[in-house]
T-cell receptor, first 112, second 113 residues
Framework: GENVEQHPSTLSVQEGDSAVIKCTYS??????FPWYKQELGKGPQLIID?????GEKKDQRIAVTLNKTAKHFSLHITETQPEDSAVYFC???????????FGAGTILRVKS | DTEVTQTPKHLVMGMTNKKSLKCEQH?????MYWYKQKAKKPPELMFV???????INESVPSRFSPECPNSSLLNLHLHALQPEDSALYLC????????????FGPGTRLTVT
């Protein structure tokens, strides 16, 4: 089955700096890769996703890149702000799959 | 609107109690999910409903009993739980089962005493 590894487990950055979180997956059949942000006491919020027919996707300060050959994908947050502090989860889902496999999560702290 | 609502927000129950968690979405989604999340861990899938029929049960103990009364509602009935079942229970929905965006509710924080 699919296995997703996520690094780093914690990341501290200065406000205004960029943050990068990386995930690798094992199942080459996976073709859908969402990223979720979870703030304390809340449910995960879908912030961006990418499908395997696309190499990069941007939405304002966040972007996701996908390298199918290497089987890894990354979340990039530019100009970080204190409100970006949260736990971020990556996930993968195989073609015609019916469930998401999550990474272990990254605690992002943005220091002001 | 991508809102999934869950009630109650918090629940404390004894090991002999029976309680239910409720989830609702009005996005016309035909797939609904229950997840369990322990502290500092990712969500773990418990059940998947597709078109109001149970399609996945991730070997969840029978003390957890899901129900999908209609396409907008999802319940999780709880009975004879153990303290280790204390966790955040999350509901999610998606347009259909498969590689579609899943939207999560805020969760119910369950404590079993």
């Amino acid at each position: 089955g699919e296995n997703v590894e996520q690094h780093p487990s914690t990341l501290s950055v200065q406000e205004g700096d960029s943050a990068v979180i990386k995930c690798t997956y094992s199942d080459s059949a996976s073709n859908y890769f969402p990223w979720y942000k979870q703030e304390l006491g809340k449910g995960p919020q879908l912030i961006i996703d990418i499908r395997s027919n696309v190499g990069e996707k941007k939405d304002q300060r966040i972007a996701v890149t996908l390298n199918k050959t290497a089987k890894h994908f990354s979340l990039h947050i530019t100009e970080t702000q204190p409100e970006d502090s949260a736990v971020y989860f990556c996930a993968a889902s195989p073609l015609y799959g019916n469930k998401l496999v999550f990474g272990a999560g990254t605690i992002l702290r943005v220091k002001s | 609107d991508t809102e999934v609502t869950q009630t109650p927000k918090h629940l404390v129950m004894g090991m002999t109690n029976k309680k239910s968690l409720k989830c609702e979405q009005h996005m016309g989604h035909r797939a609904m999910y229950w997840y369990k999340q322990k502290a500092k861990k990712p969500p773990e899938l418990m059940f998947v409903y597709s078109y109001e029929k149970l399609s996945i049960n991730e070997s969840v103990p029978s003390r957890f009993s899901p129900e999908c009364p209609n396409s907008s509602l999802l319940n999780l009935h709880l009975h004879a739980l153990q303290p280790e079942d204390s966790a955040l229970y999350l509901c999610a929905s998606s347009d259909r089962v498969g590689t579609y965006e899943q939207y999560f509710g805020p969760g119910t924080r369950l404590t079993v005493t």
